[in-house]
């Protein structure tokens, strides 16, 4: 898609809402919105046909306000108003009207009262010009639907240009947004419970007309939208993923793909579409369903064919972390991750195999023919339940690096248990199995530890015993006696010395407490070869 810009007639685009906000006000007499439009009428003399139509309307509004109340005056004013709102309704229906519709055919589809295309009949035809009460009610519709269907409709979109800076980043999220709700349009679409195969057979009439305009939009004259019965689902997933490169020429475009994806008011990680899917697996299982997951499957595909998955990935871990958005943000985030990963490794061991084929025609296989021979190289692994991305993309080399994924493991995160098995997976050289299972322990010991036993002394020590000086009071002491030595002279003549007997020892004020490892004490941290001590 090449970029483009319109010279506009007004100023900026504070004066543009100025405009909308004097007109959406159901106090305002809109004077001031008038002048700033007769503004734009000098400045461009061809204005949208939204615009144009709203000044016609306007005009004739506030100077039957103003206007004194005499015959000559009412039929003057009868006559601005029928010309008004016979220009409305030409202008606003012509888009219709040019694919052979009647006017009533494309008022109805426009939500345009048929008796106003009544009314601009009879001011065209008729020897006589309607009531001055109802043109009045007509031309206060007419701005009533123009606010609707275009002032409240462009208001999102309006924004500054100014030659020789760049402010095109909110363009840019636009852009990249209109793709991703088309991966994931496509992928709901072609999932394989709903069989749908071309466009035509989509059920939803407005899910159907968003992937038609956003085809239209995205990849232009690529594909011959005319006839929808003869567009697949598959071949807009195919032409997606080829021209995958073209459509992602935006500044810093791994950035936008992520702020779009896990904005608020994105179905990835979106509450209500878990939910509707049914989401006891998420509550009770601590899994995500099939069907769920295999909604997001073209757009996790696209992400892993444009090089885009590892910046997604680490801002899905950087949600589980920090918690952002709660409990159940994190947690879906999590859960996502550990199915990113195992597709990942699928692809991984894909590509494995390919390299010791010697059949140079297997990488041009088609998806469906690497997944039947994954299964065939897989015993008992059935890809239907599992997410499958692009099997000839290698994972990224990052995640394949222990010093790489060593912060993310070695971070406290609640949330780590959930996917650090599939992560860890992906490793090469692998781990040797007792590490990972070691390293697996630890993140669910991090995350539930009430759930692993505690060994606790029978025996509660008080700040009494230390003054008793009871022989019969066992301590494990592993401390050198060097070390002990120092710590009784430092103390000699220093405050309290209750301790008068050789088992209890004051520990000196000078070592460093925060710098000692977990499990040890300071005086131990040159010690070699320390016996693995029990934490109480």
């Known amino acids: 898609m090449s970029e483009c810009y319109n010279i506009v007639p007004w100023y900026n685009s504070e004066e543009w809402h100025r405009v909308y906000e004097d007109i959406s006000n159901p106090s305002s007499s809109k004077e001031d919105a008038l002048k700033l439009l007769l503004v734009w009428k000098a400045r461009s003399p061809s204005l949208p046909s939204g615009i144009e139509s709203t000044l016609s309307l306007l005009q004739v509004y506030v100077e039957d306000a103003s206007a004194s109340q005499d015959a000559t005056n009412d039929q003057l004013l009868r006559l601005a108003y029928s010309s008004a709102i016979m220009r ?44 001055i009460t109802l043109l009045r009610e007509a031309c206060t519709i007419s701005l009533q639907w123009l606010q609707t269907n275009y002032w409240d409709k462009h208001k999102e979109y309006i924004q500054d240009y100014v030659c020789g800076q760049n402010n095109s980043i909110n363009g840019d999220a636009y852009k990249i947004g209109t793709l991703m709700n088309f991966c994931i349009s496509l992928g709901i679409c072609s999932h394989s419970k709903l069989k749908i195969k071309n466009l035509s057979e989509i059920p939803n009439l407005a899910m159907r007309e968003s992937i038609v305009s956003d085809a239209k939009e995205l990849l232009g004259d690529q594909i011959d939208l005319s006839n929808l019965k003869t567009v697949s689902i598959m071949s807009l997933v195919n032409i997606l993923n080829t021209q995958g490169k073209k459509l992602l020429k935006v500044r810093d475009v791994s950035t936008v793909v992520t702020d779009v994806l896990l904005g608020d008011d994105s179905l990835f990680l979106s509450k209500e579409l878990l939910y509707f899917f049914g989401a006891n697996d998420f509550r009770y299982k601590s899994k995500l369903y099939i069907s769920y997951v295999h909604c997001f499957e073209v757009l996790l595909t696209f992400l892993h064919t444009n090089d885009l998955l590892l910046d997604f990935i680490l801002a899905l871990i950087k949600i589980t972390q920090n918690q952002e958005g709660g409990h159940f943000r994190a947690k879906l985030a999590a859960l996502w991750l550990s199915q990113i990963f195992g597709a990942l490794k699928i692809s991984q061991n894909t590509i494995k195999k390919i390299k010791k084929m010697t059949d140079n025609d297997i990488i041009s296989k088609k998806r469906k023919d690497l997944k039947n021979l994954y299964e065939h190289w897989y015993p008992g692994t059935s890809l239907k339940n599992l997410l499958v991305l692009d099997l000839q993309k290698p994972v990224p080399e990052e995640l394949q690096c222990i010093n790489y994924i060593q912060p993310i493991i070695s971070t406290y995160n609640h949330y780590l248990s959930y996917f650090i098995s599939n992560l860890l997976n992906l490793l090469v050289p692998k781990l040797p199995a007792e590490v990972a299972e070691r390293i697996c322990t630890l993140a669910k010991l991090i995350s539930s530890p009430e759930k692993f036993p505690m060994t606790t002394s029978s025996v509660i020590y008080t700040a009494e015993d230390l003054q008793m000086g009871n022989d019969d009071i066992m301590i494990i002491e592993d401390v050198q006696q060097e070390d002990l030595e120092n710590s009784e002279e430092k103390d000699n003549g220093k405050g309290q010395q209750f301790i008068s007997n050789s088992i209890w020892k004051l520990a000196s004020n000078d070592y460093d407490w925060s710098a000692c490892p977990i499990g040890r004490v300071p005086w131990q941290n040159n010690t070699e070869n320390v016996d693995e001590m029990e934490v109480n």
Not at 101 to 119: E, F, G, H, N
């Open 88 to 131: 409305f309704v030409n202008h606003m229906l012509d888009t219709e009207t040019v694919k052979g519709t009647s006017l009533y055919q494309a008022a109805k589809r426009l939500d345009v009262p048929d008796w106003i295309v009544d009314l601009r009949h009879d001011t065209a035809h008729s020897n006589t010009l309607p009531p």
